[in-house]
């Protein structure tokens, strides 16, 4: 403690305590304004300097110091992310349901006869393109066996296979176990949309069964003729994007791509009454 | 009196840029890496570790010189830092060259009881001007005293590093590191 005692600590005091009592006192009042600039021509030049290299350091200390900060912003942003893509996704689904009734309306009034019942795909096989399906609704709603399914843009899609009271199952078009009279729209010819295995992996389907000298060409589309009553007569089925020759049938088929985009399913709609088609 | 060598004076000079150079960081630099939002006292640490190697009489007119620079510079109208500074550096001084060796633990301690002091200034201007007691000393107090107690060790090995250079360069047994 001696040092404490030194008489050069002791006026050293005095000096500091002083100075400090002085300046507080003139920046109270006021009076210290000519020193402080005075001081501040002779710092304000460097400090400018090391500001430049303080800003430059700003982000990297943010980076530490706001760390949690940021880490609780960025869960918030994240949480309302989520928050408006499940709107998004609603408004979307809201949207396509507003479509596909809208369509449904277009249909119900070119066919007068027609009944609908929207439903919605509950359960499909694995795999990109579906064959086989398991709807929402059942006998309930009025759906049964052998109903067609049509999608949103009027295309076919398949039938009902089996029914319950609050299920219905369904097999498409590709399905190797579906098989539709359709006919050419240009040239009539006639022949039977069927499910092919390989054809089925990618989506697609034939018209068989037709004569050596039909006339179909790639771009034809392929509606239901109606024949056998389970599908009303004029649905689409679809496009031909492909004719070939059958050598030991000695018939023309061809590839045939649905009209409904039958992968990306999420509603159908069955026609639950039309008035069957009888042949002349 | 002895009159001091080349070596003395350069090294006296060579302390005051340095201190001159932790004043404007202070009040440049650092408000950029705050801590907690907190802006450290860091020419209180300097002038601590300072006082651990300077001669005793340059230590404490530096600290003055310090403490007055850093109160104008800084543009605030309480100018304690003199005094602070002063009480700092003799703390230190006593510390290492009166009690303990020349070891790291006179600068923690007395840096440690010159932040807390510097700390506590911070928190009585705040309370002073009417901010409640407790979140000053929670927010305001408390990261000012950990960002100082930090800034500590580098501020010492650094001011040690500038002293082993100008070791030759004491006239008396105080200065020898």
């Known amino acids: 403690m001696k040092f404490f005692k030194s008489k050069f600590f002791i006026v050293t005091l005095i000096v500091a305590v002083g100075i ?10 006021g009076y210290s304004s000519y020193l402080k600039k005075g001081l501040y021509y002779l710092t304000v030049p460097v400090q400018k300097l090391s500001d430049v290299v303080g800003r430059a350091l700003d982000g990297y200390a943010s980076y530490v110091t706001e760390f949690d900060k940021l880490k609780k912003e960025n869960e918030e942003l994240k949480g309302q992310i989520n928050d408006m893509m499940d709107e998004v996704q609603s408004a979307r689904a809201i949207r396509e349901e507003n479509e596909a009734l809208r369509r449904m309306l277009e249909v119900k009034e070119e066919h007068l006869d027609y009944k609908f019942e929207l439903v919605d795909i509950v359960g499909r096989e694995d795999g990109n393109y579906m064959t086989v399906f398991t709807l929402g609704k059942g006998k309930n709603n009025g759906i049964d066996k052998d109903m067609p399914i049509i999608s949103s843009n009027s295309g076919l899609i398949g039938r009902i296979t089996d029914a319950g009271a609050t299920w219905a199952k369904a097999c498409s078009i590709v399905d190797m176990n ?3 009279g359709a006919y050419v729209e240009r040239s009539r010819a006639s022949g039977i949309v069927t499910g092919d295995y390989e054809l089925g992996l990618m989506g697609l389907c034939k018209i068989s069964y037709m004569q050596s000298d039909a006339d179909i060409q790639v771009g034809d589309r ?12 004029g649905l689409i089925i679809g496009t031909v994007e492909e004719v070939k020759y059958d050598e030991g049938l000695r018939t023309k088929y061809a590839i045939v791509r649905p009209y409904a985009e039958i992968s990306g399913l999420t509603s159908v709609t069955v026609i639950t009454s039309f008035e069957r088609y009888v042949e002349d | 009196m002895q009159r001091p060598g080349f070596s003395t004076v350069l090294r006296i000079f060579l302390t005051s840029v340095y201190v001159m150079a932790a004043v404007i960081m202070q009040c440049s630099v650092f408000p950029h890496l705050r801590f907690f939002g907190m802006i450290p006292e860091f020419t209180l640490c300097v002038i601590v570790c300072v006082s651990c190697f300077e001669d005793e009489k340059v230590s404490c007119i530096i600290a003055v010189c310090a403490g007055f620079l850093l109160d104008t510079a800084g543009g605030g109208t309480f100018t304690l830092s003199p005094v602070l500074f002063l009480l700092a550096a003799g703390l230190s001084i006593l510390l290492s060259k009166h009690v303990f060796a020349r070891t790291f633990l006179p600068a923690v301690l007395s840096g440690t009881a010159a932040l807390t002091v510097g700390a506590a200034k911070t928190a009585l201007i705040l309370v002073i001007s009417g901010a409640p007691l407790a979140p000053v000393l ?3 107090a408390l990261p000012q005293f950990i960002y ?4 500590l060790l580098p501020v010492y090995l650094l001011s040690a590093l500038h002293y082993r250079i100008f070791r030759n360069s004491f006239e008396s047994r105080r200065g020898v590191i």
């Not at chain 2, 100082?148 to 800034?151: A, K, Y």
């Open chain 2, 138 to 140: 929670l927010k305001t």
């Open chain 1, 178 to 180: 579906s098989s539709v």
């Open chain 2, 148 to 151: 100082g107690m930090i800034l």
């Open chain 1, 222 to 233: 392929i509606l239901t003729s109606g024949v056998g009553s389970v599908y009303p007569r």
């Open chain 1, 20 to 29: 400090a009592a002085v300046f507080t006192a003139m920046s109270l009042l």
